[in-house]
């Protein structure tokens, strides 16, 4: 390094006489790991098979580089050495790019910052660097399990308790940490809906579009994928709590690696005609794409909660009607499942029946039986009008799928602490006035969800998610004594109330879309592209239409799942299809100048 002290690396390179492009993976937690579980993007064990030189490095302090511990040392200036001393090694061609979750993740903005020369480019995966207060106190409560895990990793818990109101101290952390006019290579942000950092992700992904001088080549991933590291759910893998998304499988690898090809390799890959945004609409099981988040056109449909525990698309006529809910603070309602980041607590989505729904400390609203799908794209609205017998309490939410078996499949959760209704500065706070009413609004964090047709909308309400999120005490009085996450201190129990009538309409606000035109036509007006042989049994080549070099294909069945997606070098390149079961397929080319062609053919076997 810089200062003289040197950090611990591993280096794998696929052959000893060859130079190669590096992948360098920036590591908190023990660069051995890769050793014993293999390297990411597919390679696994399979080195001499890779197109890439990989250097794993511990960070300073941290495991291989103990001794390099230095007071003010900086994670960026650290990442700017090790790419430049990576890039005049002999295997190094001089191109570097940076791969990594969560915090190796987080470490690559850090190092992106500081420029080094031969940096190309970046897969950050559910990471975003933004110090943001809303990060750990979500509607002013803390997040009580993620800070005590970060805290054990990297004992950081103690600014953030001490501070438990915005301030001036979160103003310089939030601008210290939003850099994008300084991010000059392309990132390709990856991301998950079950994610607890997919807010911050969206957030980064739209600033550096915005900002940074790279603003054309960034692009974003966003599958069904929870944050990881708690269990056997990761990024990519099919399996995500209660559920499996095998139509999701692997699909960060696969734009890693052609993201990573095209810009480390110079391979023409189509990489630079693919849009901004790729995400997966759950329920529907397909990837869609979109040149902004949320994509544009949606409109919304709100769902009242009406006083037979129903949520209808028509307001309450009632006047009177709300229901009441106890709330514990000995007692809290649990946390299972969601976007938690604790070794000992399940991730992901869960069935809330018995955990949850069985206890007798929440209100339950349920839609009637949708007869037709609901799409959902963007962020999901929780208007209440509410009101408690003390000075302070908490209102949480959670919001399911109930599936035709019964299951209440968790999908978002947020809270609001009421003294925070007006604000998080400590000027916006006050208490309540006991029996006063008082409109909240909870925003849900960003989704992409086709609720099926036989399925139902479900949302539950209580005054506590715990270990998520910190329990009120109810008294008005302070939350974190002596500066514990999460302390008892002379607990009252609330009796908290939600209004459900005409003068006080508490609603869900579903922002909805339209299914990705692509899946469920062809272009009229474009009838020139041509597939044969069609019906196919074994490939098709394209007719009709010129390219010069660069097209991206991808085939959908007719239900819009992603079956098949492959760059076309040529024009006249065959397209294997023999790994497709019978039956009608859409096919979509997208090509170089932005155009698009779509076109249906049949495979029969």
């Not at 190092?111 to 002013?140: D, I, N, R």
């Not at 006249?572 to 155009?595: C, R």
Request: aromatic share 10%.
């Amino acid at each position: 390094m810089t200062d003289g002290n040197v950090l611990a690396g591993d280096l794998y390179l696929p052959n000893s006489t060859g130079t190669f492009p590096t992948i360098f993976i920036f590591t908190p937690y023990n660069k051995n790991w890769y050793q014993t579980i293999g390297l990411p993007l597919g390679v696994g064990m399979d080195l001499a098979q890779s197109e890439y030189a990989f250097l794993v490095v511990d960070w300073r302090c941290r495991f291989g580089s103990l001794s390099a511990c230095a007071f003010g040392s900086d994670d960026g200036e650290d990442g700017y050495d090790v790419v430049e001393w990576a890039a005049s090694q002999p295997w190094s061609d001089g191109k570097i790019g940076m791969w990594g979750p969560s915090a190796l993740g987080g470490v690559q903005f850090k190092t992106a910052k500081k420029q080094p020369p031969s940096l190309v480019c970046c897969v950050p995966e559910v990471a975003a660097p933004h110090f943001a207060y809303s990060k750990y106190y979500e509607g002013g409560c803390m997040t009580v399990e993620t800070i005590a895990t970060l805290d054990i990793l990297f004992a950081t818990s103690g600014p953030i308790v001490a501070n438990p109101f915005m301030n001036l101290i979160w103003d310089i952390a939030e601008s210290s940490t939003m850099y994008p006019d300084s991010i000059e290579v392309p990132m390709l942000q990856i991301g998950g809906w079950y994610d607890k950092n997919i807010d911050q992700a969206v957030y980064m992904s739209d600033t550096l579009i915005s900002n940074s001088p790279a603003s054309a080549e960034h692009k974003t991933l966003i599958g069904p994928w929870v944050h990881g590291g708690t269990g056997t759910a990761i990024v990519g893998s099919t399996n995500q709590g209660e559920l499996n998304y095998p139509a999701a499988e692997k699909w960060n690898e696969i734009f890693a690696l052609e993201f990573f090809d095209f810009h480390l390799r110079g391979i023409n890959n189509g990489w630079d005609s693919r849009d901004r945004y790729t995400y997966f609409q759950m329920g529907d099981d397909q990837w869609n794409t979109s040149s902004a988040w949320p994509p544009t056109g949606s409109a919304s449909v709100d769902y009242y909660l009406h006083g037979d525990n129903s949520l209808q698309t028509t307001a309450p006529t009632s006047t009177t009607d709300s229901q009441s809910l106890m709330y514990d603070p000995v007692d809290p309602s649990p946390t299972h499942g969601g976007k938690t980041l604790n070794l000992s607590m399940v991730q992901g989505p869960y069935d809330q029946t018995d955990s949850v729904e069985s206890r007798n400390d929440n209100l339950i609203f349920t839609s009637p039986i949708l007869t037709e799908d609901l799409i959902v794209k963007g962020k999901i609205k929780v208007d209440l009008f509410v009101a408690s017998d003390r000075l302070d309490t908490d209102f949480a939410v959670r919001l399911t799928e109930v599936y035709p078996t019964g299951e209440s499949m968790l999908l978002l959760e947020s809270i609001q602490r009421m003294r925070f209704r007006d604000g998080y500065r400590v000027t916006d706070t006050a208490s309540m006035v006991p029996g006063t009413i008082y409109n909240i609004e909870l925003e849900l964090d960003d989704i992409a969800n086709t609720f099926k047709a036989g399925h139902q909308v479900r949302l539950i309400i209580t005054s506590s998610n715990y270990p998520r999120f910190n329990r009120n005490m109810n008294t008005g009085g302070e939350m974190h004594p002596n500066g514990n996450y999460d302390t008892l201190v002379n607990p009252l129990v609330a009796t908290n109330t939600v209004f459900l009538n005409a003068t006080h309409p508490s609603k869900i606000i579903l922002p909805t879309g339209v299914n990705n035109p692509l899946m469920v036509a062809e272009n009229p007006e474009l009838e020139s592209l041509e597939i044969f042989p069609n019906p196919t049994n074994s490939f098709i080549q394209l007719n009709g239409v010129e390219f010069n070099g660069k097209a991206h294909v991808d085939i959908y069945s007719v239900s819009g799942s992603l079956v098949h997606s492959a760059p076309l070098s040529h024009q006249d390149e065959k397209v294997s299809v023999n790994h497709l079961k019978e039956g009608m397929y859409i096919l979509h080319l997208q090509l170089n100048n932005g155009e698009t062609r779509t076109k249906r053919f049949v495979v029969s076997n």
